[in-house]
């Protein structure tokens, strides 16, 4: 008896018994769907995850001022301006650094003729933008000549430029932060939400020199709320980080086993943990999905036991009349294989409307690949396989006498 035969003796079966079938199926339609929208959620915050890694720049420190004590109090990290635009400079020509920016910032009132906004307004030096691998949309940034002259020049966050403008173009008009004009120079192109879950495109920058003299003031002239710094290559991150402890502790003229008055955070590593959250998290949504489709295995193992048991005397005619063993064991392996296939198609179907209808509620990226959907067809054909083979097996084991004899 050749494979179509079997097939069509498999499907002829499959036919006269559709509500079993339609039942057993049901367990890997649910496996099969839970499968791929977990790893479609799971993949989905992966991928946001590393988008917002992207966004933020390579190679990546934040030195923030340290945590300072008086009188046995701590006031905690940042508490003291301890960080000058100098000490930047100075790292800025660190062999292993490629580029620093020095920042303040604090909030403003954003005027364009009858609307205002409030937001963040960031004083830092051009560098910023390269160092936060920020992308113009239209304009161009201040320059170094904007720094020293203390120009009132803005490069506006894409959110801000939005709610000030709506669709018309910023660059060229005048702003006025705190009443003071600005023209608008540039608007940056969207990043999104960062890692903490800040919009930072919710932002408007200006030279630190404009910002530290006319927007937010220094009560400390010179000193800074904190510093990105680049480095040159992800390899030379762990000497970078201790040539910059190095460096301030001389400057700040910290010696011996005195505690630094400054944190360096090293963003890559930071970065590297989130991502791999994400993979973690993705996994465990794909394990939990899995048992999914073990119980459906197991369903189908015991409606193909039962379906043996219903049809001993039809496998022992078939035998009689000259079908061997391994006729039928193709043919409850069959039985068993197209039910996991169809209902994995049918499970590929609902997984995919359920991730859409998630990501359209609940407003979430969700990503599903042919990866994703080739696993889960994967592991619904082996669920079928390894479950159904027994049940095969103990039906390619009847003896034909006994088979006829059974009632």
């Known amino acids: 008896m050749n494979l179509f035969s079997i097939l069509g003796e498999a499907l002829r079966a499959l036919r006269q018994n559709r509500l079993r079938a339609g039942l057993t199926m049901l367990g890997m339609i649910i496996g099969v769907a839970a499968v791929v929208l977990m790893l479609s959620i799971g993949q989905g915050a992966q991928t946001q995850i590393n988008q917002t890694i992207a966004s933020m720049g390579s190679n990546l420190f934040i030195v923030v001022p340290g945590a300072t004590s008086a009188g046995g109090f701590s006031f905690g990290s940042g508490s003291v301006k301890t960080l000058t635009i100098n000490d930047a400079y100075a790292i800025a020509e660190l062999p292993s650094i490629s580029a620093t920016a020095p920042v303040t910032s604090g909030t403003a009132q954003l005027n364009y003729a009858a609307k205002n906004w409030s937001t963040i307004i960031t004083g830092t030096t051009p560098n910023y933008f390269e160092v936060g691998s920020w992308k113009i949309e239209s304009g161009t940034i201040f320059t170094d000549s904007d720094l020293r002259s203390a120009t009132r020049v803005v490069v506006l966050g894409s959110v801000t430029a939005k709610n000030l403008f709506n669709d018309e173009d910023p660059v060229g008009k005048t702003i006025r932060i705190t009443n003071r004009p600005f023209l608008v120079v540039g608007v940056l192109m969207a990043k999104g939400q960062s890692l903490t879950g800040r919009d930072q495109d919710d932002n408007v920058f200006i030279p630190i020199t404009t910002s530290e003299r006319q927007i937010t003031g220094n009560q ?142 609940a407003d979430m990226l969700i990503v599903i690949t042919l990866g994703m959907i080739g696993l889960a067809f994967l592991f619904a054909s082996a669920v079928g396989i390894f479950f159904g083979f027994y049940p095969a097996k103990k039906a390619a084991s009847l003896k034909p006498v006994d088979a006829l004899r059974y009632e």
């Open 220 to 361: 400390f002239p010179g000193s800074i709320r904190h510093m990105l710094v680049q480095g040159k290559s992800a390899e030379d991150m762990d000497i970078a980080e201790l040539e910059i402890t190095q460096l301030l502790r001389q400057r700040h003229r910290i010696s011996g086993t005195k505690e630094n008055d400054f944190t360096v955070r090293n963003l890559t590593a930071i970065a590297d943990i989130a991502t791999g959250a994400a993979k973690v998290m993705s996994f465990v949504l794909g394990a939990i999905a899995s048992v999914s489709l073990l119980v459906g295995g197991i369903g189908i193992m015991n409606i193909m036991l039962v379906s043996v048991t219903e049809r001993t005397r039809e496998i022992g005619i078939r035998m009689a009349i000259g079908a061997n063993q391994r006729a039928i064991l193709i043919q409850f392996l069959l039985e068993a294989l197209m039910i996991c296939i169809m209902g994995g198609l049918i499970g590929l179907v609902i997984g995919i409307g359920g991730a859409w209808l998630v990501s359209q509620m």
